[in-house]
């Protein structure tokens, strides 16, 4: 077996809703190979992962897999659980995935993931193993599986960053990371907060740049008269002895600037410790203070916002002898509990068997392979940081008020928003004004040891967090995502010309580009997620309308997690073939994702009138709009007796339906890009917006105006069916590019035409032969004169190969043979325009309009010219 390639889903995606990973393998001749007919691999693999004990694969009951393997299963299906099994190994909560075959040996291996480079990690594992076990050669499991553990390390989230995300989703919130960074931002657009751990996009960069320097953070707290050691930096030995006679001894030196209590030596208490000490640590360190010690207990009570939400006593880590074990063996007890790992990923951390270690225990009379006595106690760090190995208790419940106002003043000295005060004292509950200091002023506080206290009860700081920056008032921007076969993009223009007319910064990403409050920041298709993120992530957007195409949705999935709104304009034929996606099923269940994807409370736009957008219904869990060209359409009738919201055409008026009252918004002939009644397949597309915007709650009125005014032009609707004249013809430029939209912009062609249509046709490269074909023929029938033309891009087609399709579609219609090749598009538009006349109509399903529009501004603006054709 082996992997041919890997795609990795970060959100919702056509297999499941949860983030997967997609492989792609070869099972290289074994894809009908049960592995009970492979020698000792059942046996063996479950001797190796025992875990797949636990497994029930659709069976109800534990050992379902293992039961499943005695009875024969397939190496693709194997795999998938292997993956699942090694992850869950090494702490990863995952239960999802399946395995599909593609054609022979090729397969889809689908599962779901936490951290992504783990994920493939994983795989690689498992694929090895299967190979292993059929070529007879043996897998150091255990290494491989320490070895993903330590990559797992870099990638995992940290507890303080979890809690924040966790809260923010929670509140309704989605969550999106940063690249692969270790920021977070939280919502979308104008309503988008970006953390790191505990640091806040509302934390000031000079607060925190004064926290990071201790000596500053005291010299500011000691202005306020806040109670802090006495203390000084030192330069040199002389100024270090100077400086330690006129404070006295206890002492503490520590770094300048640092962190997590890294090079803090504690309870100095001569001559000759000191100078040891700083010899040490001149080695590692630019600029060191020192300070008098004071006895007494380590306390870190976290403030956000000028609020105290958090007390903890941090107890330095210990062991206990029980007269048989030795020093190291009690710590490597301790250090396998199960709430300790490497680093933050866990609520406490393992102590580190290191020089500082053990000179610790030294002191105190003992060796790593000393057997400690029965009941002894033996502190194993002076410090009580976490991320050294030390415990927390709760004391929230504990601290005196007078206290509190302290830590407040002291966070407000520095400015930070959050902040960790620590304090020793040897009773917080009462004042420590001559009884206590206050040590440092952290900024990025680490929240496990409030959210995970060894003893008491666990402190929401993450939500704290998350009040605090949306200021109590917690929600997201709207987001509206627009999909389907035809009309998505003149449906998500309206949409946004809508918003944008009532004064909202609208983000809207489209076939066209990506536009923020109307201007234009990327020209192209821009239907992806990559897109759809650059929406989201700009703080200027107030709501995101994103036209999301059916191979952004295949590829990378959904940019976002729940929409408010999602439209389906319909359903039809397009692009079967192509990704996967064979017949109409696999396009409806494509298309269905996004209609899945909305809030509970939010609403799914439905056209009633269309055979397959019916067929997705039963997938969606919210509210549903429908909208129809018949009034009498039995979803309406059905709607509208359970009092639903529905949009239909009765009696040439566009009408919203709404707890049983009915609204008639806009006459048909009112609304300018119907043209009279003549591009019926745009009054679906207005419904569709109209639909749409009822879901956001938008002003009816506003709504009609907003519909009567959007024009049937360039700057609002650029490229659908926009009209140019030249000399009396009619030249339409259209991106009809499947069969139904060619249906519908030929129709409309021939109802407003008097003279003959002439026709520059061309289909995109990865459509099928037969639907370019059908094109073909379906051309012949609304078309006079037919110019064939392709597309530069021919998407792995031959040259001349898709206008030889369209060619044998036209010639097999037996109603037009009247067709010439002409590949350029340019040139095939110049060619109709000199075989038209007054009263005639030229389309050009276009595959770039600015070359097009530049050939008819500059016939338009030399007219007397007849041989303008030719010199441009």
Do not use: W
Request: charged share 30%; proline share 2%; aromatic share 6%.
């Amino acid at each position: 077996m082996k992997i041919l390639s890997s795609n990795i889903y970060e959100g919702k995606n056509i297999y499941s809703h949860k983030k997967c990973i997609r492989l792609d393998v070869d099972l290289e001749g074994y894809c009908e190979t049960p592995s009970k007919e492979i020698e000792g691999f059942n046996d063996e693999l479950v001797k190796m992962i025992p875990e797949l004990y636990t497994h029930r694969c659709g069976i109800d009951e534990d050992g379902g897999f293992v039961k499943r393997l005695k009875e024969g299963t397939y190496l693709a299906h194997i795999c998938e659980h292997i993956i699942i099994a090694i992850q869950n190994i090494i702490g990863i909560e995952v239960a999802y995935g399946k395995a599909r075959e593609v054609e022979g040996d090729i397969y889809q291996i689908i599962y779901q993931y936490k951290y992504p480079k783990a994920g493939i990690e994983c795989a690689k594992l498992a694929i090895d193993i299967i190979n292993g076990l059929i070529n007879g050669i043996v897998i150091d499991f255990k290494t491989r599986v320490s070895i993903i553990k330590e990559m797992l390390n870099e990638e995992l989230i940290g507890p303080s960053t979890l809690a924040v995300c966790e809260a923010a989703e929670k509140h309704g919130l989605p969550v999106m990371k940063l690249g692969s960074s270790s920021f977070y931002q939280i919502g979308y657009g104008k309503q988008g907060r970006v953390i790191e751990a505990s640091i806040t996009s509302n934390t000031s960069c000079i607060a925190a740049d004064i926290s990071c320097d201790k000596l500053l953070t005291k010299e500011l707290l000691d202005l306020q008269n806040l109670p802090v050691a006495r203390g000084a930096k030192v330069y040199n030995v002389i100024s270090l002895l100077k400086e330690a006679d006129r404070i006295g001894y206890p002492l503490v030196l520590k770094p300048q600037y640092g962190n997590k209590g890294r090079g803090v030596i504690l309870d100095i208490k001569n001559e000759k410790e000191l100078i040891t000490a700083y010899q040490k640590l001149i080695n590692e360190f630019n600029d060191i203070i020192l300070e008098e010690y004071h006895r007494g207990d380590d306390y870190r009570v976290c403030v956000v916002n000028n609020k105290v939400v958090g007390v903890s006593l941090r107890v330095p880590p210990y062991i206990i002898g029980d007269g048989n074990k030795s020093v190291e063996e009690l710590i490597d007890e301790l250090n396998s509990h199960e709430y300790r790992g490497e680093g933050h990923e866990k609520p406490l951390t393992k102590v580190k068997k290191d020089a500082m270690l053990n000179s610790f225990i030294s002191e105190q009379g003992y060796a790593l392979n000393s057997i400690l006595e029965s009941d002894k106690k033996l502190l194993l760090r002076k410090n009580a940081n976490l991320s050294t190995g030390g415990i927390a208790i709760d004391y929230t419940d504990k601290i005196c008020e007078e206290n509190k106002d302290i830590c407040i003043r002291a966070a407000k000295a520095i400015g930070i928003d959050v902040c960790g005060v620590d304090i020793c004292t040897n009773d917080i509950s009462k004042s420590i004004i001559n009884n206590g200091i206050i040590m440092e002023v952290n900024t990025a506080p680490g929240l496990r040891m409030h959210i995970y206290p060894s003893e008491g009860k666990s402190r929401d700081v993450g939500n704290e967090i998350i009040n605090m920056m949306y200021k109590d008032s917690i929600k997201n921007i709207p987001v509206v995502s627009i999909s389907g076969t035809n009309g998505k993009t003149t449906t998500t223009r309206l949409i946004n010309y809508t918003l944008c007319k009532l004064g909202m910064c609208s983000g809207m990403t489209s076939t066209e580009g990506i536009f923020i409050n109307n201007q234009c920041i990327d020209i192209g298709d821009d239907t992806g997620m990559d897109s759809a993120k650059c929406v989201l992530l700009n703080k200027d957007v107030e709501v995101a309308v994103l036209e999301t195409a059916r191979g952004g949705i295949i590829r990378r999935g959904l940019a976002y997690d729940l929409a408010d709104v999602a439209v389906i304009t319909n359903i039809t034929e397009d692009h079967l073939g192509c990704d996967g996606v064979n017949d109409m099923e696999d396009l409806c269940y494509v298309k269905s994702l996004i209609a899945e994807a909305v809030k509970e409370e939010g609403y799914a736009v439905i056209n009633a009138d269309d055979k397959y957008s019916k067929t997705i219904i039963d997938r969606i869990k919210a509210n549903i709009i429908y909208f129809s060209k018949d009034y009498k359409n039995p979803l309406i009738i059905n709607s509208i007796r359970e009092g639903k919201t529905v949009v239909y055409l009765k009696e040439d008026y566009i009408c919203i339906n709404k707890k049983r009252k009915e609204y008639k918004l806009s006459n048909i002939d009112d609304i300018p890009i119907i043209l009279n009644g003549a591009l019926k397949f745009n009054i679906e597309n207005v419904m569709a917006a109209c639909a749409a915007l009822v879901g956001l709650d938008i002003d009816y009125n506003h709504i009609k105006n907003s519909i009567e005014s959007f024009e049937l032009n360039s700057k609002e609707n650029y490229g659908r069916f926009n009209i140019h004249d030249y000399n009396g013809v009619r030249i339409i430029l259209d991106y009809g590019h499947n069969i139904e939209g060619y249906k519908k912009a030929l129709t409309a062609v021939k109802e407003i035409t008097k003279g003959k249509v002439i026709g520059v046709i061309g289909v995109p490269g990865d459509r099928s032969n037969d639907s370019v074909k059908e094109i073909g023929k379906i051309s012949s029938k609304f078309i006079d004169r037919i110019i064939i033309k392709e597309d530069k891009d021919r998407r792995g087609r031959k040259l001349g190969e898709i206008a030889q399709l369209i060619k044998l579609g036209i010639d097999s219609s037996n109603e037009n043979n009247n067709a010439k090749i002409v590949l350029d598009e340019v040139e095939a538009l110049k060619e109709a325009i000199k075989e038209s006349n007054v009263g005639d109509s030229i389309i050009v399903f276009y595959e770039k309009i600015k070359p097009l529009i530049e050939v008819i501004d500059k016939l338009n603006d030399n007219k007397n010219n007849t041989d303008i054709i030719k010199s441009i």
